[in-house]
């Protein structure tokens, strides 16, 4: 057997066939990650001239140190303990060469499977012995991160399409079916982007996100060279919402008339039931006059509509995967969001796409505050969490690497004495 560069064909020809991958271990994504300082190689294992194991090798450089990661981890069934003895070597060796010291991955390798819906727990029971197969080829595991500490997140929330869309729907959580409604009757809606509204979920997301607009603009380019990318966004007609408002303050008009008449029919014997139901719909038509305010003045600002949220996905093979998503928090109310979701869901499955990767999230039988809004609304669509087994690390260049993690507290201790 022997390692040796693919090319992008070659990689692509591998990895299609492989049941479990990620979008991060693209050709695209390693062009992507050029232009972020690192250098790419797809490196592939062969056996009779035949690819067994292959895997996207980003390269960076910092203070003289050379440093590798595999996004994801290598493209290989980690079950079979001899090939991953047999790939780790020779990855080792060729790193070696190349003066890298150590190498990082995340590899696929699930867990644990959480159904939060059915309260059920679905265990790999191949895990242990892959992780021990890992240990035993001294890979260091980083521990198991329970939020977004890594470079990728050890939790994916993960919707299986391959059911039919009464039944998808159904699984919603039954507020955000009701959400979803919502946003369709006040005038949102789904439609598809292109390269030049990039600059859209830039600005929703830009206050939350690291990554700048050259970075979705290169997204875009690169898998869009094999039809691999779409981005969708959500606008609302603001003439039809002004309607649905004008609508439902009428329609809370009439209510609270009727049982004003009903009330003072009968003034001499009050009726308590009827007092709350007026007291109660009233809450509602003050409500419906100050939205009834609101939806004029965003007729009035945005006569042709103003878009709410924006979202840029992945295709790969049969399944979708979330690149990056946003909206506008001014009009988070609309539920734009919720109804992107399901329209992409509806659209994707009627397609023959059988998974649909909604990103990362946080360990969710932790308890903390932080990041429990994302969790539920991704759970919330009848997601379920996929528990990876976390990073590792592989040193290569053992004299070199001892160096680097001499030199590291050195140079933060220097940096400090500076800022002071």
Known sequence: MNLKELTNQEFINFITNFPLKSIYQTPEYGMVMSNQGYKPILLGLFKENIVIAATLILINKEDGFKYAYAPRGFILNYEDFYLLKDFTAQIKNYLAKLGVIGIKINPLVIKSIYDFSNQTKENNPKFELIYESLKNNNYYHLGYNNFFEALKPRFEAIINLNDNLYNLFKNIKKEYRTKIRSAIKHGVRTYKGSFNDLNILYEFTKERYKRNLEYFKDCFGYFAKRNMIELYYTKLDTKIYLESIQNKLNDCEEKSNYLN????????????????????????????????????????????????????????????????????????????????????????????????????MSNLTIDNKRYSGLDEFKLGFGAKMVEYAGDFELVTHKRNYNLYRNYVPLKKLIKSKLIK
């Open 261 to 360: 008449n009903l009330i003072m029919k009968k003034k001499n014997k009050p009726n308590k039931k009827l007092i709350n139901k007026k007291i109660n719909i009233d809450k509602y038509l003050f409500k419906y006059k100050k939205d009834l305010i609101e939806a004029t003045n965003y007729l009035h600002n945005f006569p042709n509509g103003v878009i709410t949220s924006c979202i840029l996905i992945v295709k790969q093979d049969k399944e979708i995967t979330v690149l990056m998503d946003g909206y506008d928090a001014k009009f988070k109310k609309l539920n734009s969001k919720h109804l992107l979701i399901w329209q992409i869901m509806e659209l994707y499955q009627k397609l023959g796409f059988t998974k649909f990767n909604l990103g990362g």
